[in-house]
């Protein structure tokens, strides 16, 4: 595995809930089979997205943050409140892992990330970095 970018061109800030999910109910959720139009569309996405990262290309990086397969069996009050009305600067957002935790990509990960603090109080907010070392 190779790194291909050293940084990514939306930053990422965590809108963390104080409940927590289990993978394994999180998964329990998901559909055994899902239509082949879904499945193509998702892998099409992540090809963008690794396009989006390697060139540092927001446009290209936030028009890959969809997810047809995990996120319509896994409701986020959190993740359906940004994407309603997102923060300043914020391009998209996405689960993080199976959740409850929210990703912000933003192009200006403070001013997101105040927006968000004073939205959900009861949240912890944390400006994410990219790791220095192993693949991106």
């Known amino acids: 595995i190779a790194r291909i970018a050293e940084s990514l061109p939306l930053g990422a800030v965590a809108v963390i809930p104080s409940e ?26 992540a090809a963008l997205l690794g396009a989006g990262a390697a060139s540092g290309d927001a446009s290209l990086f ?3 943050l969809g997810d ?8 986020s009050e959190a993740l359906d409140a940004i994407r309603t009305s997102p923060p300043p600067g ?4 996405t689960l993080s892992g ?9 192009s200006v990960r403070a001013a997101c990330a105040a927006d968000l603090r004073a939205r959900f109080p009861d949240h912890q907010i944390v400006e994410l970095d990219v790791a220095p070392r192993g693949a991106l």
Do not use: K, M
């Open 62 to 64: 936030a028009a890959a």
């Open 68 to 75: 047809w397969l995990h996120e319509p069996y896994r409701p």
């Open 20 to 45: 927590r999910t289990s993978t394994t109910a999180s998964r329990g959720t998901l559909p055994a089979t899902v239509p082949h139009a879904e499945a193509a569309a998702s892998a099409g996405r």
């Open 98 to 106: 199976s959740g409850p935790t929210v990703i912000a990509w933003a």
């Open 90 to 93: 914020c391009a998209g957002a």
